[in-house]
């Protein structure tokens, strides 16, 4: 049947495969899905996702630091909605804008996911029920979103499980064609090949569900599925090629070690986990298990009775397959139960219960009626508890967001803009946006590339960087804390349960005491409904003031001095003599400052100053300034500085000058080295190092 509007022409299968997206939009949106708060109840995963997809979307592959499972192929889906919604609704270049409204690009990325899911989503049903004729196939199937709680409540989160339904739907659209013979062997081997290797890029556990084709393939056909599957997984990789040992180190540690993110001991499988996993899944995936038994129950059908064993045999390859992929997926997740980690085996559970359907009714010889009334009540049987489940969950992140709403209104309405904050980048979600771009840029290679824009927008922003580590401004540049830290600049902290506040607290009175200040603390706003703090810390200068001693080393390189290793020396160029030092990928150290055995040292380095005459050719290069320290327990202190956040002027020799303040364990220091050093072609000159020990009597 054809229907016409003017121009247009719609067929009835086209219109019968608008229906469930169209639901689907409408019941994500009820839920939720255009909720433009994303930091304010998860922050885990999405902001990871946006701050590596903005690096895509500005064609900096070389800053992207996530590659874990790997999640290319959603990085750059991430990347081009960003760079769609820039585009649309951009203020600004497009990384500040990014940065100045993550919620807003996570939103908008979002809707951009919705809109290709039911796109896709119709595409495919209207290929089901044109080719195979029958509509229970094309529900099931392009229903299998409603099937569980789990695929389709990660429709309102924005991380790489929500592509993994979508790329599983693909796959089942393919699969049924075969099983119906509406495309060939070949076909299959190549389509089913290269959206397998996709997926697997996508998320490492996707590769469970690739042990389904080489089962109902001819073994003919093996080598064009491998083939396949292998082209679409390294052109999915391409964009973190460079990166390919660290994802496959990854991937291995977690295949053979039997501990969470592949720690722990070495193996596989560890029993007693395997087996506790069972009854997390009765918990959290009852679906899962549910279908896992129409497959065991299809298999047993196929065995039982004589009849249809040729015409059943893919199908039955199929379910075999299908019980396999389980098992694997349960061990994979033994090690570390998640319960959307299943999603790979969920995401075919569609087509798996429409032909276990198609089993019974073929061996049982149920008339027309009754197929699809049994149809009916399954579907209702697995989506109906669903409904109350995400209508719950619903009500839950409403309640969590007005919390998290409350704590935020205090902190507008009560702490300037211009004040300092002291935080420590964490998973747990917060009442600002920032909380999500400290754990987002946590997994950004090359996070100092964006040193200027976070120093430019967030410049009160202070990160814990853990014990002996130095404060930063949003985990780029060192702070300056001689300069922040003051009787007249408060600093405030944020507590919830599960945040180490009493770390950050000790930091600072840590970091108090090499300025001779001491520091006191108080809780100045709590809400009762999640127990969120705010605490203030005020510094206050010490009666017994007590000045450094300093002892001052310099090099102009023009001979040999006490306590340095002249290296890279040239004559090339200089600042105030004939000589400095030239640093690139071919003389890669400066002179080196050594002092061994420092018994004055003990207890009362406080801190160290290094400063030179800088001068460099362009900003690509790689020139870190070193200090390496080891205490008097033989414990050591590496720390690296990129001198690009201290340093921007080109082809001009200028002053360069970094304080480290001792980190309160090293302060008994056993021995010091500090160079620079330089792995990057573009060379950089130094001249005059001046290096300064400042020593508390």
Request: proline share 3%.
């Amino acid at each position: 049947m054809i229907f016409k509007y003017r121009k247009y022409t719609f067929s009835r299968n086209f219109l019968i495969s608008l229906i469930l997206p169209i639901f689907m939009v409408f019941y994500l949106l009820y839920l939720g899905a255009a909720d433009g708060h994303k930091s304010l109840t998860g922050i885990d995963g999405e902001y990871v996702y946006l701050l590596n997809g903005l690096n895509i979307s500005t064609f900096q592959f070389k800053n992207i630091g996530f590659t874990d499972h790997p999640g290319t192929p959603f990085l750059v889906l991430t990347g081009v909605f960003i760079k769609l919604s820039h585009l649309l609704f951009g203020q600004g270049n497009i990384i500040d804008d990014v940065i100045t409204r993550p919620d807003f690009y996570l939103k908008a990325c979002s809707m951009f996911m919705l809109g290709l899911s039911s796109l896709i989503l119709i595409w495919g049903g209207k290929k089901i029920i044109d080719k195979t004729k029958s509509i229970t196939a094309m529900i099931f199937i392009q229903g299998t979103y409603f099937l569980s709680e789990i695929v389709l409540s990660m429709q309102l989160r924005f991380i790489v499980d929500r592509l993994l339904p979508l790329v599983a739907f693909i796959f089942s659209v393919y699969t049924i064609l075969f099983l119906y013979n509406e495309i060939s062997e070949r076909k299959y081997a190549i389509f089913s090949g290269l959206i397998l290797g996709f997926g697997f890029i996508a998320k490492f556990n996707f590769v469970v569900i690739a042990f389904i084709p080489p089962l109902i393939l001819n073994y003919k056909y093996w080598i064009r599925y491998v083939s396949s599957f292998l082209i679409a997984a390294f052109l999915s990789f391409l964009p973190v090629i460079d990166k390919f040992g660290n994802a496959k180190k990854f991937i291995l540690q977690l295949f053979l070690n039997k501990g969470t993110y592949g720690g722990g001991e070495r193996g596989i499988i560890d029993s007693e986990m395997f087996l506790s996993t069972f009854g997390k899944l009765y918990e959290y995936g009852e679906n899962f298990l549910c279908f896992f038994a129409f497959a065991l129950a299809s298999v047993f059908l196929y065995l039982l009775f004589k009849k249809g064993k040729k015409e059943n045999r893919k199908k039955a390859l199929f379910f075999a397959g299908f019980l396999v992929a389980s098992i694997l997926m349960v061990i994979m997740i033994s090690k570390n139960f998640k319960s959307y980690y299943l999603i790979p085996t969920l995401g075919i559970s569609g087509i798996a219960t429409f032909l276990a359907l198609q089993f019974l009714s073929y061996y049982s010889k149920l008339n027309k009626l009754l197929q699809t009334f049994i149809a009916i009540v399954v579907f209702g049987y697995l989506f109906i508890p669903i409904i109350g489940d995400l209508n719950n969950f619903k009500e839950f992140t409403k309640q969590k967001q007005k919390e998290r709403l409350e704590t935020r209104r205090f902190i507008d309405n009560n702490i300037a803009s211009g004040n300092f904050w002291f935080l420590e980048p964490g998973w747990i979600s917060g009442p600002f946006e920032i909380n999500g771009l400290l754990w987002g840029i946590s997994y950004v290679a090359g996070k100092n590339d964006f040193t200027e824009n976070y120093m430019k927008l967030n410049p009160c922003i202070l990160t814990y960087e853990g014990d002996n580590r130095p404060i930063k401004h949003f985990r780029t540049r060192d702070a300056e804390i001689d300069k922040i830290f003051n009787e007249n600049t408060p600093v405030y902290l944020f507590s919830t349960p599960g945040r180490r506040t009493h770390l950050l607290q000790q930091e600072l009175t840590n970091q108090s005491e090499s300025l001779n200040l001491k520091v006191s603390y108080d809780t100045i706003y709590t809400n009762n409904e999640n127990n969120d703090r705010v605490i203030k810390a005020s510094f206050h200068q010490k009666h017994d003031t007590v000045t450094c001693t300093a002892i001052t080393t310099f090099n102009n390189l023009e001979g040999e001095y006490p306590f340095w290793k002249q290296n890279s020396v040239t004559e090339e160029l200089a600042y105030s003599s004939n000589k400095s030092s030239k640093i690139n990928r071919e003389y890669r150290s400066s002179p080196v400052y050594r002092k061994d055995s420092i018994p004055q040292f003990t207890d009362n380095l406080n801190s160290i100053v290094v400063s030179c005459k800088y001068f460099q050719i362009g900003k690509k290069n790689r020139t870190r300034l070193v200090i390496d320290l080891i205490n008097i327990n033989e414990e050591r202190f590496l720390y690296t500085v990129p001198c690009r956040d201290y340093f921007n002027k080109l082809e001009t020799w200028d002053d360069f000058e970094y304080k480290l303040y001792v980190p309160k364990r090293f302060r008994g220091t056993e021995s010091l080295n500090t160079y620079f050093y330089n792995t990057s072609k573009e060379a950089v000159y130094l001249d005059d190092i001046k290096v300064t020990l400042n020593i508390k009597p």
